[in-house]
């Protein structure tokens, strides 16, 4: 019995810090950076209508993720109008795949040898 509560203390712990990172990283982005992960660079208004977001939430967002230095913004007129582009940096990019690391960690299946 004692071998098993030290093996759960473990898991608990390892499972403890995948979910704190995880919890971290999520709770200053609305969703997952998919957009800008793959694109490289997106346009305000696609992440704001793909995430569903008002323009106000998503600026307060990305306010905060640039902050922490996971998000950079470029400004440009095109067609009379002021866009704004939005990419992630290379700390943001590690945040990103820590991130997801941390919730296959968390989702992954019991380890037999443990």
């Known amino acids: 019995m004692a071998v098993r509560a030290g093996v759960r203390g473990r898991r608990r712990g390892r499972l403890g810090d995948a979910a704190r990172r995880a919890l971290k990283f999520s709770s200053t982005a ?24 008002s323009a106000s939430a998503l600026s307060k967002h990305v306010t905060v993720l640039m902050d922490a230095s996971c998000v950079e913004q470029r400004k440009a007129v095109r067609d009379t109008r002021q866009r704004v582009w939005l990419r992630l940096t290379r700390q943001g990019r590690a945040a990103y795949q820590g991130h997801l690391a941390a919730l296959r960690a968390i989702t992954a299946p019991p380890d037999p040898a443990h």
């Open 30 to 53: 609305p969703a997952p950076p998919r957009n800008l992960e793959a694109a490289g660079e997106a346009e305000f208004a696609l992440v704001q209508r793909k995430l569903g977001l």
